[in-house]
């Protein structure tokens, strides 16, 4: 298991390490031209946490949603703002936030000739281009934990060419704020080749776990993954004496002593001790373990339709979307129906996943790299299922990055076999698949050009994503078509009343089409979800007192809704519109 076949080395290694980087580059190229879409806004835009590198030290006290405006005000208090605890993550948006700046260089106010606060680093291509390079070597690594897995260098370069264009992949590379999964899944992989080099190297494993844990919790179960290539090599090697000729009379032989007289004790106690650290930080900063009891997708549920509903939404979404044939990108309620005992379709779900973990079990019994890689994927997709920690959605596209790591071994596997086969219909078929899931990955790729385009995205595959609504409301508002975009706002209040930024964003498009006590009503129902007095809410009370003429009352509702927001366009406009000057949120415009 630890040996890497030499033909993967040299010319050979370089130029396959080439074309996987050539792949991500073709595939992912019209990312570079996209703007923030989604949660960016929040996580980078309105961040200030991420824009001063000496803040550091504070992302490491804070939950990934936590964020930190003039003042010390936060954006809100809702629960779901405080379940996840990812500091490697918004630290490497802090670092990016700085490259950006740097490259950018300084840009003056036109109005005070001052440095605005802060100094730039919003441009969003540097951000595409940063996921562009992870995933470029998260891919790499893939194909090096397949040569590792000893699928040979043609399946080791498939494994690293079909994840670098796997489809599902689309939302965490184009995402700026799920560079988590990227991160996660680098350190993840990192961790098991180190592992599987063997030696002083394995010690490298339990530190790069840390690192993922850091970056995104999804990667829980990558422990299990160690143990199971533990195994599989502990396995290969009993198979391999068993079948050597006896010992010569009087010789000592050679003798594979039990699986667990192999194992490194004080290796796995390192893994064990950075799960117990990593818990007890994430208690310590957040409060609890897993997601709050609030805004758990399957809050009131019973154990065993929840159970039926993971079943049947891993048969019709998950494992299409493994195999590369597309998930939605969200799946919060009401995008999925609840199953039932009366479900037949979750019954068949249960039956499959029987089918392929029995499959599994008897190709790793085998020794076969496709057994492994699939009990691998299993491993991997645990910890989002709902089986070990309840999430606050059902599913998205994003959450099968890490898991598809094993996936693509055991299709790199068939795949390299398809190759030395020397067949050409074998090696046709190895590189039709390539083909067929980069032109997937370029086509969803281009998806990303814009956040109305994103969110048309989503909603093709969950039409009834109340957040995916009113991200394609909010762009079509912010294109002139408020019109259009006022049935969309009320669509996704119907199916969430209680998003707060839905009712936000719905009050700043009324307030623009004039109908200012409509909006500051819409304002007034988000308040009363998140009583946090974000900015939103100061600019409707500062437009309406400018309507009834309270100058000063007006003057100081939008310089506080500047100051909680200094880069909204819309709060400059309000704080400098008595002047007929827009401000950058560095002077008064005057």
Known sequence: MNEVRPGAVGWRGRCGAAAIFLAVGCAYASTLGAGFAVDDERIVTHNRLIRHLGDLPTLFRRGFWDQERPGGRETSTDLAMKASYRPFTIASLSLNH???????????????????????????????????????LVSLLVADLALRLRLGPPGALFAGLLFALHPAHVDAVAWVSQRGELLSALFSVAALACHLRGAGARWAGPMFYAAALLSKESCLALPAVV?????????????????????????????????????????????????????GVRVAVLGWLSVPAEIRYFAGVSRLDASLTVA??????????????????????????????????????????????????????????????????????????????????????????????????????????????????????????????????????????????????????????????????????????????????????????????????????????????????ALRRGAAVDPDPSSALRLGEGRLRLRKKDLDGARQAFAEAAEMDPRSPTAGWGRGARRGTRIWGCCSGG
């Open 98 to 136: 700085a490259l950006a700046a740097w490259l950018e260089g300084p840009s003056v106010c036109p109005h005070c000739r001052r440095l605005p606060d802060p100094p730039g680093g919003l441009d969003p291509w540097s951000y595409h281009l940063v996921n562009l390079l992870l995933h470029g």
């Open 227 to 279: 143990w199971l290539c533990d195994l599989s090599a502990w396995m290969q090697a009993r198979g391999a004496l068993a079948g050597a000729p006896p010992a010569p009379v009087g010789g000592t032989g050679k003798h594979v002593p039990g699986f667990l007289r192999t194992l490194s004790w004080r290796l796995y106690a390192g893994y064990a001790g950075v799960v117990l650290a990593y818990l």
């Open 312 to 521: 049947r939404f891993f048969t019709t979404e998950y494992l299409p979307g493994l195999l590369g044939a597309g998930v939605g990108s969200d799946y919060a309620r009401p995008s999925y129906p609840d199953s039932g005992a009366a479900d037949p379709l979750a019954w068949a779900g249960v039956l499959i996943l029987v089918l392929l973990l029995s499959f599994a079990l008897r190709g790793f019994a085998r020794g076969s790299p496709a057994g492994l890689g699939v009990l691998m994927a299993a491993l991997l997709l645990l910890p989002v299922t709902h089986l070990l920690a309840p999430l606050g959605v059902l599913g998205a596209a994003r959450l099968l990055y890490l898991p598809s790591v094993g996936v693509c071994a055991f299709l790199g596997w068939g795949a390299g076999r398809a190759w030395d086969s020397g067949a050409r219909t074998g090696r046709v078929s190895a590189a039709l698949l390539v083909v067929a899931f980069g032109s997937a990955t370029l086509v969803g790729a281009r998806g990303w050009s814009s956040e109305g385009n994103a969110a048309d995205r989503m909603l093709e595959r969950t039409p009834d994503n109340p957040m995916a609504l009113c991200n394609l409301a909010s762009s079509l508002a912010a294109a002139g078509r408020g019109a259009e975009a006022l049935p969309i706002f009320r669509q996704a209040l119907a199916l969430s009343p209680r998003q707060c930024v839905v009712w936000y964003n719905y009050g700043q498009l009324l307030f623009n089409l004039d109908r200012v006590d409509e909006g500051m009503e």
